[in-house]
T-cell receptor, first 109, second 115 residues
Framework: DAKTTQPTSMDCAEGRAANLPCNHS???????VYWYRQIHSQGPQYIIH???NNETNEMASLIITEDRKSSTLILPHATLRDTAVYYC??????????FGTGTRLTIIP | GAVVSQHPSRVICKSGTSVKIECRSL??????MFWYRQFPKQSLMLMAT?????????EQGVEKDKFLINHASLTLSTLTVTSAHPEDSSFYIC???????????FGPGTRLTVL
């Protein structure tokens, strides 16, 4: 799996868009970018994943740069329940996930 | 949906006893399930990969005789911590890969405390 780097922590005001960056400069052509989040004392929750194109679902949007070396997860209207550790993982699919330290996102009332 | 359950959610046991944790995919089939462990303030660490009907593949440093994994069906995998010791106290989390997709879905975790 290509290594990903994320900021250790971020704050975002409630109701605003939360933009979480991730660098994956060594990602290979067939590796996906996955995003999971973990709320305290719970199992990780799948958010979204993509390969080349930008993706959107009911939870978030994923913007992948054209060179695929970085991506941004966007939570369009952050709520207090979005406070969690967010993990960006590159993976070929059908294989184990390697979790880094993630970004601790705190939503400020 | 893609729901994964774990049972029990919390268990306390005495040192030397064995504990079994169940992981079930409730609304999908999973040919592959994964078991992770998470210590306080740390990230998830993969312990083993479990494929239905075959032996589990363990990560380096994980004792296969201590952490017994059985994946008897497409919806159930079990992890048995044998002869548990206080240092085995941790948060154990399973994930299941939904057949036909490239996505893993995680259970809510089991908190094990060994006294």
């Amino acid at each position: 799996d290509a290594k990903t780097t994320q900021p250790t922590s971020m704050d975002c005001a409630e109701g605003r868009a939360a933009n979480l960056p991730c660098n994956h400069s060594t990602i290979s052509g067939n590796e996906y970018v996955y995003w999971y989040r973990q709320i305290h004392s719970q199992g990780p929750q799948y958010i979204i994943h993509g390969l080349k194109n930008n993706e959107t679902n009911e939870m978030a949007s994923l913007i992948i740069t054209e060179d695929r070396k970085s991506s941004t997860l966007i939570l369009p209207h952050a709520t207090l329940r979005d406070t969690a550790v967010y993990y960006c993982i590159s993976n070929f699919g059908n294989e184990k996930l390697t979790f880094g330290t993630g970004t601790r996102l705190t939503i400020i009332p | 949906g893609a729901v994964v359950s774990q049972h029990p959610s919390r268990v306390i046991c005495k040192s030397g006893t064995s504990v079994k944790i169940e992981c079930r995919s409730l609304d999908f089939q999973a040919t592959t399930m994964f078991w992770y462990r998470q210590f306080p303030k740390q990230s998830l660490m993969l312990m083993a990969t479990s494929n239905e009907g075959s032996k589990a593949t363990y990560e380096q440093g994980v004792e296969k005789d201590k952490f017994l994994i059985n994946h008897a069906s497409l919806t159930l995998s079990t992890l048995t911590v044998t002869s548990a010791h206080p240092e085995d106290s941790s948060f154990y989390i399973c994930s299941a890969e939904k057949a036909g997709t490239d996505t893993q879905y995680f259970g809510p975790g089991t908190r094990l405390t060994v006294l």
